[in-house]
């Protein structure tokens, strides 16, 4: 199977997007992720398998871009939240993957550019490391 983007404009790929990552009830059929229905698994089991960067965010005031990086963690936690070894690999890798490590002690909300600002949540998606990553309007 070849790992191709599919690029649509102005087609509904946000609302198809929201339905695969279940932020949004489809009104018919199931949203199957190899044979699995996401509908039937939990909120943590989800969590760990679309990754959704969505085309506009909501910047977190004072949050730095590491720990934007660390959310992406978040459905691999255990209970008390804590990062391990391979939590704390995971976001170095996102950080690095995306080329913000110059700015991972910034505040997201105080980086210059919308792209530095995309750049930052592509590290939390990444960090999420899942199977599938759901991207809207990646490159704006």
Same mark, same amino acid.
């Given at each position: 199977?070849?790992?191709? @983007?599919?690029?649509?404009?102005?087609? $509904?790929?946000? %609302?198809?997007?929201?339905?695969?990552?279940? &932020?949004? #009830? @489809?009104?018919?059929?199931?949203?199957?992720? $190899?044979?699995?229905?996401?509908?039937?698994?939990? /909120?943590?089991?989800?969590?760990?398998? @679309?990754?959704?960067?969505?085309?506009?965010? &909501? +910047?977190?005031?004072?949050?730095?871009?590491?720990?934007?990086?660390?959310?992406?963690?978040? @459905?691999?936690?255990?209970?008390? $939240?804590?990062?391990? #070894?391979?939590?704390?690999?995971?976001?170095?890798?996102?950080?690095?993957? #995306?080329? +913000? %490590?110059?700015?991972?002690?910034?505040? +997201?909300?105080?980086?210059? $550019?919308?792209?530095?600002?995309?750049? /930052?949540?592509?590290?939390? /998606?990444?960090?999420?490391?899942?199977?599938?990553?759901?991207?809207?309007?990646? #490159?704006?």
């Amino acid at each position: 199977m070849l790992d191709i @983007p599919i690029i649509l404009y102005g087609c $509904g790929k946000s %609302t198809l997007l929201r339905c695969c990552a279940l &932020l949004l #009830t @489809p009104q018919g059929g199931e949203v199957l992720l $190899g044979n699995e229905d996401l509908a039937s698994l939990s /909120a943590r089991q989800l969590g760990q398998r @679309p990754a959704l960067l969505p085309q506009q965010h &909501l +910047v977190p005031e004072g949050m730095s871009v590491q720990k934007l990086a660390c959310y992406g963690r978040s @459905p691999w936690l255990n209970l008390f $939240g804590y990062m391990g #070894t391979l939590d704390s690999q995971r976001v170095q890798a996102a950080i690095e993957q #995306t080329q +913000v %490590t110059q700015l991972a002690t910034q505040q +997201v909300c105080k980086l210059s $550019g919308r792209g530095r600002r995309q750049r /930052a949540f592509l590290a939390m /998606a990444l960090a999420q490391d899942t199977q599938l990553l759901l991207l809207n309007e990646p #490159t704006i």
